[in-house]
C-alpha cells in the first residue's frame, strides 16, 4: 500500500499535465499509465497526423513548386513512401514521449505501469499494488467505436491505429465519418496520391463548425474528386468495394473513424454521474464524488490542450485555488489544407441566441503574405456584438490558421472589441493581418477590400 | 487649381493607407505619387523580397524532404531559377499594385501621378497644376543612401531595386550593411547556393533587435559559412574581389544595403522640424506646421505596417478623433529562415532603465509542432516586470514567428500580465503555445521543460 496526495490515472496530455502542476503544488503524485506516456494524443492522435499531414502537404507543395523558379523535379519520378514517412513520425513520437518520461522524473511524478481500477474515492488499484490517494483525476481518454467492423468481412476495415502502422498505402479507401479526423486524414491521403470517398450518417461534415467553413470544405473536396456519401451507411462488401446504400463504391480497404466514446477505469464502491456516456463534473472538473475530478476525453472534450487546462483547473481547486475554465473561449483546430480554426460562437448559435451581430469576412486572397506564400485559399469570419462590438467568434480557413486562432483567443478572453482588434497594429506583411482587416470590415470602414 | 480636403503626398502603404482612411471620413483627397502605387514597400521593397525568401525556403525544404518520406528528387538536377522566380515575384506585385488602384477608384481618391513639391502648408504643385488642401500628409518615404557606388568602379556595387532586376545570380556575392535587409537578402541567397560575406560598419548584426536574437543570427550565419566582417568598410576592389580593410574577399557583385535616408519633397515657403535628417511630428503625426502631417519613413519609422497606422492617426486627427500610436507596442518582423519578431522593450533596454524583471525562455527543439515540421531552430523570450508580472517584451525567433508576433503584440496593447498569457489556453499542437511555455517558465511553474 502506497500513500500519495494525488493519484492520477491515465498519462494523456490530461493527466501527464496534472501531474506536473500537481507536483509543483507540492503533492505526492502517482501517474498510473496502462499503455503509453503521452496517450492517444502523442501516440496515435494529433502528433503522427500532423506529421504525416506535413509530410502530405510538402509533397503537394514540391509538386506544384515551378512557380517558385524551383526547377529539375522530374513529376514522374516523384514518390511518397508511406513506410518511410511513418518511420520518420514513429522517430518523433518516441523523442515526444521521451521527453514526457524526462519531465515525470524531473518533477518527481512516480510512474506506475498497469492498468488502475478504483475501490473508492481514494483507493485504486494497479495489479495488486493499492495506492492510496488524497485525491484522483480519471484522464482515461477515450477510444474510437470499434463495433462496425464486426459488421463486415474481417479484412477489410481498418481502424486509425492499424491504419498507421501500415507500411503500404491503399490505392482507394472509404472512410467512415464526417468528423474531423475522418476529414483530415481523408485530405491527407489525398495530397500524396490515395483515392478518397467519404461515408457519413451526418448531413454536413464536421458539424461542429460554423457553416461557412464546413461548406468551404465540401466544396474543396468535391473540388479535389473526395466522393461525399451524406447521410449513409457502409452496408456490405462487394468484390472490390463496399455498398453505401445501394451504391457500389470501389475501395481496398474501409477506415473506420467514428466518434469516440470514453474509456471508463473499472469502478467497485464508486458511483459517478454522467452524462452521454461522458463523466459528469463541475467547472473546477470534479465530479459528483468530492476528490475525484475527471479530465480530458472522458468528460467529453475531446481536445489535448482543453485535457491539459483541466488539469491544471483540477490540481488548483485541489490547492484551493479556484480557477474555472471558460469552455467558450476555447480554440477548435483543425488540420486541412487549408488549416481551419475557430474560437467562441458560430454564426448559427449567434442566431439562436437572437444576438444582434455584425460580421466581417477577409478573403485570403487579397492578403499580400498569402499571395506571397501561394496560399491563398480560405477566408477570415469575425463575429460581433453589435452594440458594443464585444468579439463573440472567429472562425478562420487558412494557411496556418492554427497559429493565428491564439491571436484570437485572446480577444475572446480579454472580452475585446472590434476596437481594440482593429487598433491592434499588425505587422505587414503577414496572415495576421486578415484578421485585423475582417475587423475593420465589421466595423464598416473595409481596408484592403 | 484644384481643391480638397487632403493631399497625401506618396502613394505608399502609409499613403494610401491615409487615402482609404481620410476618403472614410468624408474628406476629399488627393494622393499624388510618382513612381508606382504601392511604393517601395510593394513594388521593391517588402513584397518583391518576401516572395523570393518564400522560394528560396522551398528550394531549401525540397533538398531536406527525404525525412517526410519524400523520394525521387534528384539533388544534382535540382536547380534554382532566379529569372523564373522573378518574373512569379513581378506578377504577384503586379497584381497587388493593381488592387490598390482599385481601392483607389472604390474610395473615391483621386490619384495625380507626379512629383509633387510644397508652396506652402496647403499648396501642393504636381507639374504646372496647383493643389490647395485643408490638410496635406507628407509620405514620400526613404531611399538608400546610393553615395556608396561612387567610391567604387562601375559595375561593382547594386543597389537592391538593380539586383532584384538582374537576371542571374553571381556566384559569390558580398553584402554591404549590417541591418535587417541585408541580413534577409544574405540568408535568402545562401538558401539558393550563393556564396555570401556581409561586411558592416557595426559590431553587431541588427543592432535594435535583443542580443540573444542578434546572436542567434550571428551564429547561425557563421554556422552556413556566411563570413561576417565586422566594423570594416569595403575599401577597393582587386582582380575578382574587394579589399575589406587589408583582406581579400573574392566577389563578382557588392550590394549595397546602407541604412536609408529620408525622400524629403520639395518645400517652398515652409519649414519643418527635422531630427537626424528626417521629420518631426507629434503623437498624431502633426509636424511641427499644423495641418502638415508626415508618417511613415519619412519620419524614420521604416516599417509599412507602422506607416499605415500613422496614416490612420493623421487622418483621425484631422477630423478631431484624437488616437495616438503607441510606438512602444509595434511589431518588428524579421524574414530569416527561422524568422524573427519582437515586440515591446528589449532585455537590454529593460535593465538600462533599471526595471526588476523577470524572464521565460522555451526552445522551440522542445515543441512538438516545430517537431513535426521539423523546424526546431529558435526560442521565445518573454521579459515581464517582476512585481506586476505585466509583460514588457516578446522576443521570437522561430518558424511563422513573424504571425506568432500578432499574439504578444495584444498582450503588449493590452498590458496583460504573465498570468493572462499562460491562463489563455493554447492549441496544441502549435508553435503559438511555446510563448505560453515560455510564459510559464518566468513564473517559475515551467511545463514542458
Given at each position: 500500500m502506497k500513500n500519495f496526495d494525488l493519484i492520477i490515472i491515465g498519462a494523456g496530455p490530461g493527466g501527464y499535465v496534472a501531474a506536473i502542476r500537481g507536483a509543483q503544488l507540492g503533492m505526492k503524485t502517482a501517474l498510473v499509465e496502462k499503455q503509453k506516456l503521452g496517450g492517444c494524443c502523442l501516440n496515435w492522435g494529433c502528433i503522427p497526423s500532423r506529421r504525416l499531414m506535413e509530410s502530405a502537404k510538402l509533397f503537394d507543395r514540391i509538386r506544384h513548386s515551378?512557380?517558385?523558379?524551383?526547377?529539375?523535379?522530374d513529376a514522374q519520378a516523384l514518390r511518397f513512401n508511406w513506410k518511410k514517412a511513418g518511420s520518420e513520425k514513429d522517430r518523433i513520437v518516441v523523442k515526444l514521449v521521451k521527453g514526457v518520461e524526462f519531465l515525470m522524473k524531473k518533477n518527481g511524478v512516480e510512474v506506475i505501469h498497469g492498468t488502475a481500477s478504483l475501490d473508492g474515492p481514494s483507493n485504486a488499484r494497479v495489479g495488486d499494488d493499492v495506492l492510496i490517494g488524497k485525491n484522483v483525476i480519471i484522464a482515461t481518454g477515450s477510444r474510437p467505436?470499434?463495433?462496425?467492423?464486426?459488421?463486415?468481412?474481417?479484412?477489410?476495415v481498418a481502424e486509425i491505429d492499424e491504419f498507421y502502422a501500415r507500411t503500404e498505402l491503399p490505392d482507394k479507401i472509404v472512410i467512415r465519418g464526417g468528423n474531423v479526423v475522418a476529414c483530415e486524414i481523408a485530405n491527407m491521403l489525398l495530397l500524396i496520391g490515395t483515392s478518397v470517398s467519404l461515408v457519413t450518417?451526418?448531413?454536413?461534415?464536421?458539424?461542429?463548425?460554423d457553416e461557412a467553413c464546413s461548406s468551404f470544405v465540401r466544396e474543396k473536396f468535391k473540388k479535389l474528386g473526395i466522393q461525399v456519401h451524406f447521410?449513409?451507411?457502409?452496408?456490405g462488401v462487394r468484390n472490390g468495394g463496399v455498398l453505401v446504400g445501394d451504391e457500389f463504391v470501389p475501395c481496398d480497404l474501409v477506415l473506420n473513424c467514428s466518434d469516440r466514446t470514453a474509456i471508463l477505469p473499472e469502478l467497485k464502491d464508486l458511483r459517478l454521474d454522467s452524462h452521454n456516456g461522458f463523466i459528469k463534473t463541475d467547472e473546477f472538473m470534479q465530479t459528483s464524488v468530492p476528490h475525484v475530478y475527471a479530465i480530458g476525453d472522458v468528460t467529453g472534450t475531446m481536445f489535448a490542450h482543453v485535457a491539459s487546462a483541466q488539469g491544471s483547473t483540477a490540481t488548483n481547486h485541489m490547492a484551493g485555488i479556484r480557477d474555472p475554465l471558460d469552455c467558450n473561449k476555447l480554440p477548435l483546430n483543425i488540420y486541412l489544407d487549408p488549416e481551419i480554426a475557430a474560437v467562441g460562437l458560430t454564426e448559427e448559435q449567434i442566431k439562436a441566441r437572437s444576438i444582434e451581430y455584425v460580421k466581417g469576412e477577409f478573403p485570403m486572397s487579397v492578403n499580400s503574405k498569402a499571395l506571397v506564400e501561394g496560399q491563398t485559399e480560405g477566408f477570415v469570419k469575425v463575429l460581433a456584438d453589435k452594440k458594443y462590438g464585444e468579439i463573440l467568434g472567429v472562425h478562420i480557413v487558412s494557411t496556418r490558421a492554427t497559429e493565428l486562432i491564439a491571436e484570437a483567443v485572446r480577444s475572446l478572453t480579454l472580452e475585446e472589441t472590434l476596437d481594440d482588434l482593429t487598433k491592434a497594429v499588425h505587422a505587414h506583411p503577414t496572415i495576421s493581418e486578415t484578421l485585423m482587416e475582417a475587423g475593420f470590415k465589421a466595423l464598416g470602414k473595409p481596408l484592403h477590400i
Open positions: 515551378a512557380s517558385f523558379g524551383i526547377e529539375g523535379i467505436d470499434r463495433s462496425f467492423a464486426s459488421s463486415l468481412p474481417k479484412g477489410i450518417a451526418g448531413n454536413r461534415l464536421m458539424p461542429q463548425l447521410e449513409k451507411e457502409i452496408t
